[in-house]
């Protein structure tokens, strides 16, 4: 929306000035305005090795990551707020985040993950969005550092949904590791049976951040996942939402830090609400959009689904 984030802190760059946070608010308006229910802090790339990278020292970065979701609350009206959580790839401002080759194990990444998100439960969001996740290695770091969280006991865990990083594999949808997508959600379900009566630590599993078409495929896998998962538990253990935000089809070049445009693949706003009425069906109960949506895109989301008598479940 005018800005350009072309920057190794991509929209957290704008955190750092006050132009920028005013910047941020009207966008984050634009999107309530437009028929959102749930506002994304500008979080996701948002990390202490960054802003310090900026010249920022960490009792300043402390207080840009609380004020990332303090000032979305500021303007949200009705919508929920959710504190962005992006992955060590994004951080790295590589396009890692679309590949998984990381140089961190599961440990590495939980010290990397633990510091940021203490300061965004902090916060207090309504839900803390873990997107983009491209391995199983960095589920398992993000699992074990909300786990550290909870056991701390400085403020309680807000619900948190975890959406992945995926790609076409042959026509079967991986991670973007290449790892098998029903495995990692498997692990995730696992995880809460281990930690019963403590609460989940993941209430939402979905998709962002791939292609439209993509995201409907996989939605069907992360759904037949979980069910799997629920079998023999009680209706309360099966219970989970699923959550899918796209981007328009495109391609994102590290190189060049842009997207690509990949043609016909490429769907418009009324192209893209068609689609979310696939993700619907397939069972997705959580719909958005991610890069190269706008508030028009979501516009046409509720546009449609009111016109067309869709509800979400």
């Known amino acids: 929306m005018g800005e350009s984030l072309a920057d190794h802190l991509w929209s957290a760059r704008l955190l750092v000035h006050e132009a920028g946070r005013r910047r941020i608010q009207d966008v984050h308006k634009a999107y309530a305005e437009a028929g959102a229910n749930i506002l994304t802090s500008a979080a996701y790339q948002a990390s202490y090795a960054g802003f310090s990278q900026a010249g920022l020292r960490d009792e300043q970065i402390d207080d840009l990551l609380l004020a990332s979701t303090s000032m ?4 949200a009206g009705d919508c929920l707020v959710a504190a962005s959580v992006g992955p060590y790839g994004a951080a790295l401002a590589d396009g890692s985040e679309y590949t998984g080759a990381y140089d961190r194990d599961a440990d590495g990444l939980r010290e990397w993950h633990l510091r940021r998100l203490r300061k965004l ?4 969001p309504d839900f803390l969005a873990l997107e983009t996740i491209p391995s199983a290695e960095e589920v398992r770091g993000l699992l074990e550092a909300l786990q550290v969280i909870r056991a701390e006991g400085d403020a309680p865990l807000p619900p948190a949904w975890l ?5 076409d594999a042959d026509g079967g949808v991986v991670l973007a590791s290449g790892e098998r997508l029903d495995e990692v959600v498997h692990f995730v379900c696992a995880q809460d049976l ?10 939402i599993l979905g998709v962002n951040c791939c292609k439209p078409a ?41 190189h060049s830090k842009s997207w690509v445009g990949t043609g016909p693949e490429e769907a418009s706003d009324l192209e893209y ?24 895109t979501i516009g046409q989301l509720s546009s449609t689904l009111t016109n067309q008598g869709g509800s979400l479940p």
């Open 214 to 254: 993509l995201a409907t495929r996989a939605i069907r896998i992360v759904r037949q996942a979980m069910a799997h998962a629920a079998a023999g538990q009680t209706s309360e253990q099966q219970e989970r939402r699923i959550i899918v935000y796209s981007n328009r089809g495109e391609d994102w070049d590290p």
């Open 273 to 296: 609400a068609a689609e979310a009425k696939r993700w619907i069906d397939a069972g997705a109960s959580i719909i958005g959009g991610c890069c190269r949506t706008t508030p028009d």
């Open 194 to 203: 281990a930690s019963a009566g403590r609460g989940r630590l993941i209430e």
């Open 163 to 167: 959406s992945m990083s995926v790609k």
């Open 72 to 75: 979305c609350r500021e303007v």
């Open 121 to 124: 439960v902090a916060s207090r």
